[in-house]
């Protein structure tokens, strides 16, 4: 299997809900990534796990919690968002850290 | 600290002509050096990189880049362009296992180079 999977594809939200997205791979990979990508813009990290611990936080809202159940799961869970915040949210993972990163297909989010 | 200008935020080719997509690095390291397409509503598929060795770096679908370390550049070329190359490039650079330092993990993009083949 060498792919990276995320679900959901799509997710329109309210202000007040509270929901997760999902990503999995199972290469292995020991880093695992959380980018926000705006359109016409460049992917923006947000956070970096390196064998299921954070390793960088980008200074991201507390509004998005992220975490690494194990070494093929990372969840990014959200909570209070802004319409600010509707944006494709790609997951990717590494071998490890500075390795080439593979990358999932996004989840489109749309916050109302 | 690292970073990366691709020049030319629109390029537009003919079907069969050259392609070349320019980008321009800064790093503190040596780099890793890495250009990814991305396709309407999806995520980025990597198509080459260059990390030790061979200058000329052979990708996927016909690209190539080469490393030129006295110009800091990394231009990603294709011999003829195809309809189905038409999408957005991205050219990222990130320092090497063990380097170390505040940008340690991360990749950091250029802009971003949308490129479309007229028939």
């Known amino acids: 299997d060498t792919e990276v999977t995320q679900t959901p594809k799509h997710l329109v939200m309210g202000m007040t809900n509270k929901k997760s997205l999902k990503c999995e791979q199972h290469m292995g990979h020991r880093a695992m990534y959380w980018y926000k990508q705006k359109a016409k813009k460049p992917p923006e990290l947000m956070f970096v796990y390196s064998y299921e611990k954070l390793s960088i936080n980008e200074s991201v809202p507390s509004r998005f919690s992220p975490e690494c159940p194990n070494s093929s799961l990372l969840n990014l869970h959200l909570h209070a968002l802004q319409p600010e915040d509707s944006a494709l949210y790609l997951c990717?993972?590494?071998?490890?850290?500075?390795?080439?990163?593979?990358f999932g297909p996004g989840t489109r989010l749309t916050v109302l | 600290a690292q970073s990366v200008t691709q020049l030319g935020s629109h390029v537009s080719v003919s079907e069969g002509a050259l392609v070349l997509l320019r980008c321009n690095y800064s790093?503190?390291?040596?780099?890793?050096l890495f250009w990814y397409v991305q396709y309407p509503n999806q995520g980025l598929q990597l198509l080459l990189k260059y990390t030790t060795g061979a200058t000329l770096v052979k990708g996927i679908n016909g690209f190539e880049a080469e490393f030129k370390k006295s110009e800091t550049s990394f231009h990603l070329t294709k011999p003829s362009a195809h309809m189905s190359d038409a999408a957005e490039y991205f050219c990222a650079v990130s320092g090497p296992p063990g380097a170390g330092g505040t940008s340690y993990g991360k990749l950091t993009f250029g802009q971003g180079t949308i490129l479309t083949v007229h028939p």
């Open positions: 790093s503190s390291v040596p780099p890793y």
């Open positions: 990717a993972s590494s071998q490890k850290l500075a390795h080439e990163q593979f």
